[in-house]
């Protein structure tokens, strides 16, 4: 396991503070904004080692391969 995803309902895509109670340093945290039933926006974090914080870290969605339906 590399990291959690979860959701905050009707807040930002950030880490609060129970996030930072639970979290641990060398995990990703993707947290995703849902507002009014619609996710928003998806942002990733990861906790200092002296657990005072969180840095963001840069989310990328790879883009599924197309498949051909060609015989080749």
């Known amino acids: 396991m590399v990291g959690v995803f979860h959701s905050h309902p ?3 895509a ?3 503070e129970t996030d930072r109670a639970l979290a641990l340093p060398w995990f990703s945290y993707i947290i995703t904004s849902v ?3 619609r ?4 942002r990733s ?3 200092l080692d002296d657990r ?3 840095s963001e870290e840069t989310l990328m ?3 599924p391969a197309s498949h051909s339906s ?3």
Not at 39 to 42: D, V
Request: aromatic fraction near 8%.
């Open 10 to 12: 009707d807040r930002p």
């Open 14 to 16: 950030q880490p609060s």
């Open 35 to 37: 507002q009014g039933g």
């Open 39 to 42: 996710a928003l926006e998806s």
């Open 45 to 47: 974090w990861r906790l």
């Open 52 to 54: 005072t914080g969180f």
């Open 61 to 63: 969605v790879a883009e």
């Open 70 to 72: 060609e015989a080749g």
